[in-house]
């Protein structure tokens, strides 16, 4: 009798605990449905809210790029001597002003984009100081001749790093 009792409780059991399961496993994945969804809506609004941020920061290094374009470079900044040192001085300090005031922005561009714009930069730079190595300049205004004749045969690395920053621009639009 002990036996078919506890065999008349189990048949009551097991397919209350098998509703039970089968209620739990329901409840746990609408939940966790609904989670994923405020995520979802959350990470969306985020995206919102942080498109314009990301964009305004392309902006600022489309801008940084024209700005430490060697070609433009030149013409912003005339030397104040004739001493050749003295000028490519002046024009590594203006690029560097001009990085340290856009280095905040690369938490908002890829890391490929950044160290593309980095390159640039450096690239510039060592272009400059390459230029003034030559013993065919002898003074600014020769360095600055030197550089622009060097620009027309070959592409200038921010020209390179711009044209990057478009199409990472696009992919994101």
Sequence with gaps: ??????LEL?????????TG???????QS?????????????QRQNQKQSLPLRLQAYERLALFLERINAAKLLIRVAPLSTDKKEYERLLIQHIEQ???????????VSDECWTIILTA??????????????DKVDSADKLRETILNNLLESQSPSNF?????KSEVKDIL
Excluded: C
Excluded at 1 to 6: G, L, P, Q, V
Excluded at 100 to 107: A, D, R, V
């Design 30 to 42: 609408y939940f966790n449905d609904q989670q994923n969804t405020r995520r979802w809506l959350v």
């Design 161 to 165: 790093a711009l044209s990057f920053l």
């Design 21 to 27: 399961g089968v209620a739990y496993y329901l409840f």
């Design 1 to 6: 009798m002990n036996s078919d009792k506890i």
């Design 98 to 108: 001009e990085y340290e005031h856009n280095l905040t922005q690369q938490i908002y």
């Design 10 to 18: 189990a048949f009551y059991t097991l397919p209350a605990l098998i």
């Design 121 to 134: 930069k450096n690239t510039t730079i060592q272009n400059i100081m390459q230029t003034n190595m030559s």
